[in-house]
């Protein structure tokens, strides 16, 4: 419930400032099981992922809609990117809703987060109440864990709001919505936070950047280009990962779709690039994984 499931690609790379490296590796990690693991997060010297809620036996929870229900796990920081010594994260609100595709301050102070509104709205595409997804903001309080939730102003329960992506200033929040206007069946927008505590007017990133299917997953890299999935014309799978460069005046830019072994036939997702912008992790249901969404760390990028 918390996530909506290349032709002249060497003259765009050339065109417009984009260039993946021909030696990057990916691998897939130690962690993953037929469950689901995705949205890998680095922030300091932890690594956040999401992760199916479970019931003592280890099989995964569905909310009252037949969808599963995710919370997030942390970890610590591994040399070889694989993930060890995972736990839920500690909050002091346990059990209220959901937590998935986070992501976080700099500082490691503020975390935003999908989750799922506690009352009905209306669902557009099916013509019923449902409780939609929307956005919160919470504090890590030493001794408490995540604490002072709160559902940013701008998250209506009549449309969903999600895969929440802060700027490396932090000064801008984009995130993925259905609101009316919107191109396909969720767009990327932008707002405007100031610390973390008020948000200007949402902004759509345009036409050029959403098409008429579907974008989800938006991240910001150190350098300012925009990585996010779409499942649009022309791609190599299912859902692939494009990026944009957010600094380029270039009016004719358009997204390019990453080369492989980065996407693949399958649905690639959920990238994320550390700050070092040549490692980093994705999520993916492509051949030979585990069955659910699987987590892999690339190098070499």
């Not at 999935?229 to 358009?254: E, F, H, P």
Request: hydrophobic share 30%.
């Amino acid at each position: 419930m918390l996530r909506t499931k290349f032709t002249a690609l060497l003259l765009l790379t050339l065109t417009y400032g984009f260039s993946q490296s021909e030696d990057v590796e990916v691998k897939k990690l130690k962690v993953n099981t037929k469950l689901d693991h995705f949205a890998a997060r680095v922030v300091g010297d932890k690594l956040y992922f999401s992760h199916n809620l479970t019931t003592k036996r280890g099989r995964p929870i569905k909310d009252r809609y037949d969808g599963f229900i995710y919370i997030m796990y942390e970890a610590p920081l591994s040399e070889d990117g694989e993930i060890n010594n995972e736990k839920p994260v500690e909050k002091t609100e346990l059990g209220r809703f959901n937590m998935s595709s986070a992501t976080f301050s700099k500082d490691g102070k503020y975390m935003y987060f999908t989750t799922n509104h506690q009352g009905k709205g209306t669902n557009k595409l099916k013509g019923i109440e449902t409780y939609n997804l929307q956005i919160q903001r919470a504090e890590y309080v030493e001794g408490q864990g995540w604490t002072n939730f709160e559902t940013l102003p701008f998250c209506s329960p009549d449309n969903n709001y999600a895969h929440p992506a802060l700027s490396p200033d932090g000064s801008t929040l984009y995130f993925i919505s259905d609101v009316k206007g919107a191109k396909g069946k969720s767009d990327l927008y932008k707002v405007s936070v100031t610390d973390h505590k008020s948000y200007g007017e949402i902004t759509s990133l345009g036409e050029t950047i959403n098409s008429s299917r579907t974008e989800i997953f938006p991240f910001i890299s150190a350098d300012n280009k925009l990585y996010f999935t779409s499942n649009r014309r022309g791609g190599k799978g299912g859902l692939d990962i494009y990026v944009y460069d957010l600094n380029s005046t270039d009016k004719d830019q358009i997204p390019v779709s990453l080369d492989e072994p980065v996407n693949s036939r399958g649905d690639d997702f959920s990238f994320f690039l550390n700050d070092n912008l040549t490692t980093g992790y994705l999520s993916s249901r492509r051949l030979k994984g585990e069955g659910g969404d699987d987590l892999y760390y690339f190098e070499k990028f």
